[in-house]
């Protein structure tokens, strides 16, 4: 395999987690356990480690469009990691954190695996608890 194809497979790993994780689901075999743990890593994934914009906003009002690494991470400038973390714990400023998740086409997509991420561990891990009741 060439190295840019492997390093594009490696960016993208978490999507692929997801896949599979979907697919664990459908499969009634495997069981609830082993899509529950990958939906986990999926979300956390997307959260930390996916390749995103980091969409926090600058000092001339505007998203910042460097690169970054998932949702809740900033980019390569201190303020704005501290920026996009300590907005997650502030009543009147949730709503502009959650903007930069929204700033391009990669931030759509892992937001997007976020939330089908979290459905599915929902749903996986009630299927998960219903099984021992």
């Known amino acids: ?24 689901w459908a499969m009634r075999d495997i069981g ?3 899509a529950l743990i990958a939906f986990g890593f999926a979300g956390t994934w997307t959260l930390v480690g996916a390749p995103v914009w980091c969409g926090a906003e600058t000092r001339k009002g505007l998203s ?3 690169n970054s690494y ?9 303020q704005h990691r501290w ?4 907005d997650l714990f502030k009543p009147k400023e949730i ?3 959650f903007r930069g998740w929204f700033t391009g086409a990669a931030n ?6 976020l939330a089908i991420s979290a459905m599915g561990t929902l749903i996986t891990l009630s299927q998960f608890l219903m099984s021992f009741a």
């Open 1 to 24: 395999m060439s190295r840019k194809k492997q390093s594009f497979i490696m960016k993208n790993a978490g999507y692929l987690l997801l896949v599979l994780a979907i697919v664990f």
């Open 32 to 34: 609830p356990g082993t």
């Open 64 to 66: 910042c469009r460097k």
């Open 70 to 78: 998932g949702l809740l991470l900033g980019c390569s400038y201190n």
């Open 83 to 86: 920026q996009k973390i300590s």
């Open 95 to 97: 709503r502009e954190a």
């Open 108 to 113: 759509r997509i892992a937001t997007c695996a």
